[in-house]
């Protein structure tokens, strides 16, 4: 007998699709019927059609981490429009390790604590305590990311932009302290007890989604839903986006955007600029000095992560910081036809490092993904090449804009889309830098952007013990070094042969999400968070 003839008889015949449950997605049930046969087929496992069915039914069916979104939400809303995201919602600053576990519930309980400060005296009066339950991803893996601690800091009045990382670190230290709250003439003391862990599964509007509640005793006084939805944005229950302008030059494509650059002859980072203007009401002066501030944070983590050496990061994993040590030798003569690599991959574990540490980072697009951009900016900035600041800032525009597209028609979260939405994200971004800042124009600056989002494609995001250290750190050194070869091979390649445009290339970032496991969606059951076993 033939091994063709063998597998025929261990797959046997697919199940009568008539048979399948009224509830359960016929697409589902297929793929799971094919994983089962295929299994079948490599173990020399025999079913049933009648066990295979009810199996295959059984896991198409199953409870799922966030599988889908809400149609209620404003980031499925707003996709259907032109881009209207701005650069201060997009950069922004706060504690590791990573933007929709830590920096996005930070925001949550610290508008909700705002939000407290002007209730009625009357309700006011009544209340004994704050509370906050956390679901999905943010239950599953929010352990590892500090979440707990964070919710707790917004709380009692702390922003991520000023925070003091310390203070987050004596929460560590310090698990039983108490931090007093004022709410209108009472004062009361919470703790880290009074974040909950809820139900990871389950049905959510998001895969980040939180409730923040005033209590009164076990009675609610009053109650939201918030969801962060990914790069530190958040939204809520009947959230409403800000009123904006309207872009000078509207797109929702990339080709749309080269289009509007290529007629007007305008570089990527023009057009953005004069779109920023328009929608954000601001100066062009005033978002350079926000473009200048972003860049001084992002060249500080870089500095303050390689001044730390063989130190042992936070969590139970015990992982060493390396930084120091690439850079070091980087520096050597004896590894010189290394250098280049090696000091962009120093300068990308080093601020990733810095945000395993929870210390201040720069959501480029998110928290996990934060030692990509930084790395490119110290390279281009920090070395023989010394780009000035007004080129770091048409670099940070140019990689704004992908980011935007990839927010806009993708997603920027890795409990949503896996970890190619952060770190497949993040190097695209910094090709786009890398290109606009030696004056490429738009097609060339697509290409980069798109060669390096394309071989991110797939990868899901699996971190052990729910830390964002192994292996998000060195996929930072790797996603930093990508988007340097993308940019090698979009300026010698013929622009216009280049095969694979940047909308197919996000079109396929959303569905490759959409159809990933949820399990290797940001929940640590799957991938290396389930097979390395820490000693």
């Known amino acids: 007998m033939s091994t063709s003839d063998r597998n025929d008889g261990l797959l046997g015949a697919l199940p009568d699709m008539s048979a399948v449950p009224s509830n359960i997605d016929r697409r589902s049930f297929l793929m799971r019927s094919a994983v089962i046969g295929a299994s079948a087929a490599l173990t020399g496992t025999a079913w049933t059609v009648e066990a295979r069915a009810q199996q295959a039914a059984k896991e198409a069916g199953a409870t799922k981490l966030g599988a889908t979104l809400s149609p209620d939400l404003n980031i499925v809303k707003a996709s259907k429009g032109p881009v209207m995201t701005v650069l201060e919602e997009f950069y922004k600053v706060g504690p590791g390790p990573s933007s929709s576990h830590t920096i996005g519930p930070m925001r949550i309980t610290y508008d909700f ?91 959510f509007p998001h895969p980040n989604t939180m409730t923040c509640k005033l209590m009164a005793g076990d009675k609610v006084l009053y109650e939201l839903e918030y969801y962060s939805v990914g790069g530190g ?70 500095k303050t992560g390689l001044s730390l050496k063989d130190d042992v990061l936070p969590g139970p994993i015990k992982l060493r910081s390396k930084a120091a040590t690439v850079w070091e030798r980087a520096q050597d003569d004896k590894y010189e036809a290394d250098r280049a690599i090696a000091m962009v991959s120093a300068f990308a574990l080093a601020a990733s490092e810095e945000n395993a540490r929870g210390h201040l980072v720069i959501t480029a697009p998110t928290g996990g993904s934060a030692g990509v951009m930084p790395a490119v900016v110290y390279a281009l900035s920090e070395s023989k090449r010394k780009v000035p600041i007004e080129k ?54 697509e290409n980069a952007a798109e060669s390096a989002l394309e071989h991110h494609l797939g990868m899901t995001c699996d971190p052990v013990a729910g830390y964002v250290q192994v292996p998000c750190i060195e996929r930072c050194a790797f996603g930093a070094v990508k988007a340097w070869t993308a940019v090698m091979i979009a300026t010698n390649e013929i622009a216009s042969r280049h095969r694979v445009d940047l909308d197919t290339t996000i079109k396929t970032l959303a569905d490759t999400g959409r159809d990933m496991s949820a399990k290797y969606k940001e929940t640590s059951e799957g991938g290396l968070a389930a097979n390395l076993v820490l000693c």
């Open 392 to 445: 770091i800032r048409q670099g940070l525009l140019a990689g704004a804009a992908i980011g935007y597209l990839c927010k806009h028609s993708a997603t920027l979260s890795g409990a949503e889309g896996g970890c190619q939405s952060e770190i497949g994200v993040a190097s695209a971004m910094s090709a786009a830098l890398i290109a606009q800042i030696i004056d490429s124009p738009p097609q060339v600056i």
């Open 113 to 203: 604590y705002q939000r407290c400060t002007k209730l009625p005296a009357e309700q006011l009066a009544q209340a004994t305590g704050l509370k906050v339950h956390l679901f999905g991803s943010l239950s599953a893996t929010g352990k590892g990311h500090g979440t707990e601690r964070a919710s707790l800091a917004g709380l009692v009045g702390k922003e991520p932009a000023t925070v003091d990382p310390l203070f987050l670190d004596e929460m560590i230290a310090k698990p039983q302290q108490t931090y007093p709250v004022k709410l209108g003439d009472k004062t009361f003391n919470l703790s880290l007890a009074d974040i909950i862990y809820d139900s990871a599964k389950g049905d």
């Open 233 to 302: 944005f958040i939204e809520w229950k009947g959230y409403q986006p800000p009123r904006k302008g309207q872009p000078k030059y509207p797109y929702a494509t990339m080709k749309e955007l080269r289009q509007h650059a290529e007629a007007n002859k305008l570089s990527i980072a023009q057009v953005i600029l004069a779109n920023e203007i328009a929608v954000s009401g601001k100066t062009e002066e005033q978002i350079n000095a926000f473009l200048d501030k972003i860049a001084g944070a992002m060249l500080a983590t870089v």
